[in-house]
């Protein structure tokens, strides 16, 4: 059997292209591995038949659509080896049970096992399965009524009985634990959290701004991503201005909730925008669509309201304008019945909700959106507010005392939110119960029962009403927290989420005196400054700024985010910046002159590819080597040429040497180096008739090739977000002329379409050894701990060796059962052998936290021994048959099956 593993070893490592394995589960349905050649240590991801309910999993049965099959017997009598079968298209499973019977063919019940020989596109254990189909071929899609009408690619968390307050939008799960109440039924999806606030960390941990824990060394290590189910830890790199790059990874959008410094509106695919603001995927629609329910409103009511509060332009195809036009919106408003509520349900935080007395309908403005005229809110939640209205079981304030004077004039529904919300972020989620034992870890709001963790003071972020946590300067600074920073003459000690060159920033300066050209140009210009409970720059709220025009078209330096500004540029340009980058002699952050980029060689590392895309020809060097070479595969062939010490940058290259990238570096925040010389444009009538400038040249813009290299998937046409989300689509053959669709989800994924998000565990490791010719095998095993007996929920391996030392590899670890049991213990244990001679080495013990959470995030970094450790004989375990093993990085034993 060790033969077969060390073919599919080989196989992962030689195949040219990517590699497709696929396998059955311990549920009996298929699976389908993914992985690239090109990262042989990366990226495994294992897309599967998963239904919605697991309690009552049944294989299905497929007819055999194949004629084309042989025996084992006949097989091995054509010197047919294992390696063959997986060449032909075979599962995993029946290469592995071929290879059991090759090992003894003649004391071997198997001699009369099938094996289907399909033929290309099709494969499976009968042959039916494709990955795209022959135009020839009718299909009968299955999937065709999947969500066309869907205004966004929507997948939902269910594992939570949430009420939304309607069926249009559902829960996602990060938006479980995330500070704010969404759902409607008791605050359910906030039960539990508090936990995190006050949960302390070990000396040798970073507490991510959540409450969880990471090992700091991830702090250090440039090539891995943020470990923070928050990314926390991804803003303190930034602010350091580390040496990091960004690699494509599994968890990627994924694994993460909203960033403590961005929008706290989850889009559901890893983006975050403030409330109601605007999803890329639409979500925002989805939110605004609940809000705008009839509920208990008369039907023209109901259309008034929703045009007057511009919450929507448009209701059953009729847009407002049109009601509005025709006057008798106006007329249907008098006849409502006042004090009204609208929305129906609560516009913030789960209990913030809005009324609206009669107006003298003479002094609408219809322009302007219907500022409502009073703010209710659950008192028991905000006591710190002293209510001035009471309407039934409403507590009240009057408009006007939360930012809604009546001079003020408001356009949209979201600048209503933006005025309001400040004056509810103070309030809490839950009533706190027995938390006295833990108050030295806790930072008491003044005039209000709200308590937040200590980690939270001067940190940028007010979480009190009174934002006295980003005044408790002497407190900041007796705190035990190792990270936080003291500018010089000041008292408080800084969060380390708070940039550091705040610290020479100017203190008077005049917030009328920028120029247009330097609003939303990727440079701040100006410190931040809190309004209304959020800070903002000229660097803040730039998704809708164009950035694309006449100041910053074609002017070598890319603007916006995407390139947009920089691409289908046919003039060359002469670049007068100052480009951001690092020295190679000392590794310190610098601003490299333009003229000092000789002969299409900057000697500088990080500079951006776009400013260098006119002086530079795809080439790069190592330190031995005497001139720049054109060799594409260098990298993958030289192992010697090694991030930052030993290559010298040549080039517009996105990936150097171990996968290093240096398009992440013009994203940083605050880049210290300033535009100079650029020849500044006028905004005159002859210019403004060319603006914005059409894109008609048909060229790819560099973002875009890099994107295309990062995504380079076998599978990538086939993943159909209308039909099977985040998933495979597949084409499913049933029977002669039998066709349908059939959705292959990913771990984080499951149901007929991939429509419902899976609890899980997400654990990324990191380990390290002493380089030495070993091929270890690492096996990672998800345990249900109940007192001394041990069950296995799912477990994965990889093979690991000492060049891959210090990458991180990223692993999902299901439960059996969907939900989990909230009242049990879970933890992974982590078993290193010995690959060539399956000799088992040491094994890690990792314990879940907080398995209340829907996903669990961990991270590890694990050092292997140059040899096994010795094994203690104080084992206080009593193994039946088996041997009592302790653990290498805990006082904690289990016993080891033996074998049989």
Request: aromatic letters at 14%.
């Amino acid at each position: 059997m060790l033969k077969f593993f060390y073919i599919i070893f080989f196989l992962s490592i030689s195949n040219g292209l990517q590699s497709l394995f696929y396998d059955t589960d311990s549920f009996g349905f298929d699976c389908l591995h993914y992985f690239s050649s090109k990262s042989s240590f990366f990226g495994i991801v294992k897309y599967c038949i998963r239904p919605n309910n697991d309690k009552n999993l049944t294989v299905i049965h497929f007819f055999n659509v194949s004629g084309q099959y042989v025996t084992f017997n006949e097989l091995y009598h054509l010197n047919v080896t294992s390696y063959d079968i997986l060449l032909w298209s075979s599962s995993i499973d029946v290469a592995e049970q071929y290879q059991y019977y090759l090992d003894q063919p003649f004391q071997s019940n198997l001699s009369n096992e099938t094996f289907f020989n399909c033929t290309r596109p099709w494969f499976g254990s009968r042959c039916q399965y494709s990955l795209k189909r022959n135009e020839d071929e009718f299909l009968q899609n299955s999937l065709e009524m999947a969500s066309t009408d869907n205004i966004f690619q929507r997948t939902c968390y269910i594992l939570l009985e949430c009420d939304r307050g309607g069926p249009s939008i559902c829960l996602d799960w990060r938006e479980i634990c995330n500070g704010r109440i969404d759902c409607l039924n008791n605050g359910i999806d906030e039960i539990g959290c508090f936990n995190l606030e006050i949960n302390e960390c070990n000396d040798n941990e970073y507490r991510c701004h959540n409450g969880l824990c990471i090992p700091k060394i991830f702090l250090e290590i440039e090539s891995v991503e943020a470990q923070c189910f928050d990314r926390s830890d991804e803003i303190i790199k930034i602010n350091r201005l580390l040496r990091f790059y960004y690699r494509p990874h599994l968890f990627e959008s994924q694994e993460y909730v909203c960033r403590p410094d961005e929008g706290q509106f989850t889009c559901g695919d890893g983006q975050c925008v403030e409330d109601f603001g605007q999803c890329k995927n639409n979500r925002h629609l989805v939110l605004t669509q609940s809000f705008s329910i009839q509920g208990n409103l008369s039907y023209s009511c109901w259309i008034a309201m929703v045009c007057l509060s511009k919450i929507m332009n448009k209701i059953e195809n009729i847009t407002c304008d049109q009601f509005i036009q025709s006057s008798a919106i106006i007329e249907d408003f008098k006849n409502c019945t006042f004090p009204l509520e609208f929305p129906a349900i609560p516009v913030l935080f789960g209990h913030v909700r809005f009324l609206y007395g009669p107006k003298e309908i003479d002094y609408i403005n219809t322009t302007s959106a219907l500022k409502p005229d009073y703010v209710c809110y659950d008192e028991q939640l905000c006591d710190f507010l002293t209510p001035t209205f009471r309407h039934k079981n409403f507590t009240c304030l009057h408009g006007n005392e939360t930012g809604l004077d009546s001079n003020v004039e408001l356009t949209t529904w979201k600048s209503i939110i933006d005025l309001v919300k400040p004056y509810f972020i103070g309030c809490i989620t839950q009533r706190y119960q027995n938390i006295s034992s833990h108050f030295s870890s806790l930072y008491h709001c003044k005039n209000s029962s709200k308590y937040i963790s200590k980690y939270r003071i001067v940190d940028g972020m007010p979480d009190c009403f009174l934002k006295d946590d980003e005044q408790a300067f002497e407190l900041s600074c007796v705190l035990n927290q190792t990270l936080r920073f003291r500018c010089p003459n000041e008292k408080q000690c800084r969060s380390p989420l708070v940039l550091p060159n705040i610290c020479s920033r100017p203190t008077d300066i005049s917030y009328e005196e920028i120029l247009f050209y330097q609003i939303c140009d990727r440079i701040a210009d100006l410190p931040l400054i809190l309004i209304n409970g959020q800070n903002h720059s000229d660097e803040t709220d730039c998704e809708h700024w164009q950035c694309n025009n006449i100041y910053t078209r074609c002017d070598g330096f890319r603007n916006c985010l995407d390139g947009k500004d920089e691409e289908n540029c046919t003039q060359s340009i002469l670049l007068n910046h100052f480009f951001f980058c690092t020295s190679p002699q000392n590794y310190a952050q610098m601003c490299l002159p333009a003229g000092e980029i000789i002969n299409g060689t900057a000697d500088c590392f990080g500079a951006s590819s776009d400013e260098f895309q006119y002086s530079q020809t795809n080439k790069f060097h190592c330190w031995n080597d005497t001139k720049c070479t054109d060799n594409e595969d260098l990298c993958n062939e030289n192992q010697d040429c090694l991030e930052y010490d030993n290559y010298q940058f040549c080039v517009d290259r996105p990936q150097l040497c171990n996968g290093y990238s240096f398009d992440n570096l013009i994203n940083m925040r605050d880049i210290p180096c300033r535009i100079i010389n650029t020849a500044y444009k006028s905004f005159l009538l002859d210019t403004a008739l060319f603006y914005p400038i059409s894109q008609t040249i048909p060229t790819n813009s560099i973002k875009n090739q890099i994107t295309d290299k990062k995504t380079e998937l076998l599978i990538k046409n086939s993943i159909q977000s209308n039909v099977c989300n985040y998933g495979l689509h597949m084409y499913h053959r049933l029977g002669v002329g039998n066709y349908s669709s059939l959705c292959f989800c990913p771990p984080n994924y499951y149901g007929d379409q991939c429509q419902y998000q899976n609890q899980r565990v997400s654990l990324t490791l990191v380990l390290a050894t002493v380089d030495q010719p070993i091929v270890y095998a690492i096996i990672v095993t998800l345990m249900e701990d109940d007192n001394d007996t041990q069950g296995i929920h799912s477990y994965d391996q990889f093979t690991y060796e000492s060049k891959y030392c210090g990458r991180s590899v990223d692993i999902y670890l299901l439960y059996s059962t969907r939900g989990k049991y909230n009242s049990k213990k879970y933890s992974i244990r982590i078993d290193a052998f010995d690959k060539s001679s399956v000799t088992y080495l040491l094994s890690w013990h990792l314990s879940i936290p907080f398995i209340f959470l829907p996903v669990n995030r961990l991270s590890a970094f694990l050092t292997i021994p140059i040899s096994r450790p010795s094994n203690f004989n104080h084992c206080n375990f009593q193994c039946y048959k088996g041997t009592c093993i302790k653990y290498h990085n805990e006082e904690r034993f289990f016993c080891q099956c033996d074998s049989g």
